[in-house]
């Protein structure tokens, strides 16, 4: 299965001439291969290439796009397209600055896509095929499908395999909505396609795709309307996090439904019609395109898990703390069995998957520390536990919180909107996560995922310099809140004791 890239113009053309050449002869198979990788995905990528640059005899098998979702359907395009939406939102934002920009800075959509396929296109040379036969790797286009416990079959050629890796990642999750046509909805697999900016555009899904690019749009010029049936944007973040943002999207213009149902959809002269059910009744919403971004599920129907003895359920893979399946000598890698599904999460199992299929270790995915952001304006960052997740765990915290109204950078660039909680175990120097919003929070996330991984507290934190001014000041400010808790009422007339001895 290929995905059909449109427009198809010369940038789509470079892309697909490197990530699924249009006239690529697989390889003759070799007679066993240390490691067999189903998905040239990020997750696949860095098995394939980690594998074979320690000595491995590696197949590598994509049936669409070399480089996965991220590349063609994801992180790439959609940060590309931010960073324009970004810039549009900068020029409306000068006169505040003391910029004063005759006329009206008008968008011109069209170039704004075409920048998003080139700079797609010109970084497609890191997933290409030709740079894995490169690296050693025996690069196969098709379906694979398990014809044993060790047997792979890919487009009639049988590929035996000491050990497996399955990272076929993952796909839209489309819900079961009367009306809902196929032909009549945009995902993430599609939007990029667009050559014209959506007079209104309407989201359902307030998740971290659903808001990246509800906001990207709207800056482009778009009336938009999310969707969620939750009762906040972003489920997963801190409540704090997602009311700023609720706050922030109202400013923008962009019309919020939350704890709102999509009971039916349909099409009238082109026109999208939604129909909603919510806490102020029933509504119908326009649009001339709808967005679907409800979740993902994994990509393992088409690969006969049966004939390799791996169990799973409801298409998700059956997988131990070491991502090892039923079938010891097959692991997952990626989306299509971990639940953080990032592309950074994807490369972090990748080489836990190396080190326990190939070399007997013993790595835990649940021991990974890994950070996220969604990246709207301001930018929403997470390491670790929230408050809700700490209660729901039982465990006793401290939240130390700091605006970034009270941050001087912050004040300076004009970008107060946001702040940074850190929550650590009550009683105790032991940070159990942090949220981080801000306009560059995904930079300011590092060092405190530093932090947790290597089990370093909040003093650590007080005593680390930081430059003046940034805005991860937030961070320092944070830790030094922390610090003056430890001045217990004791301690304070012991130090007015003390100094009175000096004098």
């Given at each position: 299965m290929k995905e059909q890239l449109f427009p198809n113009d010369?940038?789509?053309?470079?892309?697909?001439?490197?990530?699924?050449?249009?006239?690529?002869?697989?390889?003759?198979?070799?007679?066993r291969y240390n490691l067999a990788v189903i998905g040239a995905g990020t997750a696949g990528l860095v098995t394939a290439a980690g594998a074979a640059g320690l000595g491995a005899r590696v197949a590598l098998i994509e049936r669409g796009l070399m480089g996965g979702d991220c590349?063609?359907?994801?992180?790439?395009?959609?940060?590309?397209?931010?960073?324009?939406?970004?810039?549009?939102?900068?020029?409306?934002?000068?006169?505040?600055?003391?910029?004063?920009?005759?006329?009206?800075?008008?968008?011109?959509?069209?170039?704004?896509?075409?920048?998003?396929?080139?700079?797609?296109?010109?970084?497609?040379?890191?997933?290409?095929?030709?740079?894995?036969?490169?690296?050693?790797?025996?690069?196969?286009?098709?379906?694979?499908?398990?014809?044993?416990?060790?047997?792979?079959?890919?487009?009639?050629?049988?590929?035996?395999?000491?050990?497996?890796?399955?990272?076929?990642?993952?796909?839209?999750?489309?819900?079961?909505?009367?009306?809902?046509k196929a032909d009549e909805f945009l995902t993430n697999e599609t939007i990029f396609s667009l050559n014209e900016l959506p007079r209104r555009l309407a989201v359902i899904g307030g998740g971290p795709l659903g808001c990246e690019l509800a906001q990207a749009f709207g800056r482009l010029g778009s009336k938009v309307t999310v969707i969620e049936q939750g009762?906040?944007?972003?489920?997963?973040?801190?409540?704090?996090?997602?009311?700023?943002?609720?706050?922030?999207?109202?400013?923008?213009?962009?019309?919020l439904y939350l704890g709102t149902r999509v009971t039916r959809v349909s099409t009238r002269d082109r026109t999208r019609i939604v129909q909603l059910s919510g806490p102020s009744g029933d509504r119908t919403v326009?649009?001339?395109?709808?967005?679907?971004?409800?979740?993902?599920?994994?990509?393992?129907?088409?690969?006969?898990?049966t004939a390799a003895g791996?169990?799973?359920?409801?298409?998700?893979?059956?997988?131990?703390?070491?991502?090892?399946?039923?079938?010891?000598?097959?692991?997952?890698?990626?989306?299509?069995?971990?639940?953080?599904?990032?592309?950074?999460?994807?490369?972090?199992?990748?080489?836990?998957v190396i080190e326990n299929a190939l070399f007997f270790g013993n790595r835990k995915a649940g021991a990974?520390?890994?950070?996220?952001?969604?990246?709207?304006?301001?930018?929403?960052?997470?390491?670790?536990?929230?408050?809700?997740?700490?209660?729901?765990?039982?465990?006793?915290?401290?939240?130390?919180?700091?605006?970034?109204?009270?941050?001087?950078?912050?004040?300076?660039?004009?970008q107060t909107a946001g702040f940074a909680k850190l929550i650590v175990r009550k009683g105790a120097d032991q940070i159990l996560g942090a949220t981080i919003v801000a306009d560059h929070a995904g930079e300011m996330i590092n060092e405190l995922t530093l932090a947790i991984d290597s089990g370093l507290g909040l003093k650590n934190l007080a005593a680390l310099i930081h430059p003046y001014p940034t805005q991860s000041e937030a961070v320092r400010k944070a830790a030094d809140a922390y610090q003056r808790t430890r001045l217990t009422p004791l301690l304070r007339r012991l130090l007015r004791v003390w100094f009175r001895i000096l004098r």
């Open positions: 010369e940038h789509d053309q470079l892309l697909t001439s490197r990530v699924h050449p249009p006239n690529w002869r697989n390889p003759d198979p070799a007679r590349l063609n359907f994801g992180c790439v395009p959609s940060k590309a397209l931010i960073r324009s939406a970004r810039a549009a939102a900068s020029v409306r934002e000068a006169e505040a600055l003391g910029i004063h920009i005759p006329g009206n800075a008008e968008v011109d959509f069209s170039r704004v896509m075409e920048r998003v396929r080139r700079l797609r296109s010109q970084i497609s040379v890191h997933d290409s095929a030709q740079r894995y036969r490169e690296l050693g790797v025996d690069v196969f286009f098709g379906q694979a499908r398990f014809q044993g416990r060790t047997i792979l079959n890919v487009e009639g050629k049988e590929l035996r395999f000491q050990k497996a890796v399955i990272a076929t990642g993952s796909r839209p999750s489309i819900p079961a909505i009367p009306g809902l009762p906040h944007l972003l489920p997963r973040e801190d409540s704090d996090a997602a009311d700023l943002l609720a706050r922030v999207f109202a400013e923008e213009g962009i019309s326009e649009s001339d395109q709808l967005l679907v971004a409800t979740g993902r599920q994994p990509n393992t129907e088409d690969l006969d898990l791996v169990r799973s359920h409801r298409g998700k893979i059956l997988v131990n703390e070491r991502l090892q399946t039923t079938n010891a000598r097959i692991y997952v890698a990626g989306d299509v069995g971990f639940e953080q599904r990032f592309t950074h999460a994807a490369d972090a199992t990748a080489r836990l990974l520390t890994i950070p996220w952001c969604t990246y709207t304006s301001p930018e929403i960052a997470r390491v670790g536990l929230s408050e809700t997740e700490a209660e729901r765990q039982k465990l006793r915290t401290t939240a130390f919180k700091i605006e970034l109204a009270s941050v001087d950078r912050a004040l300076l660039d004009g």
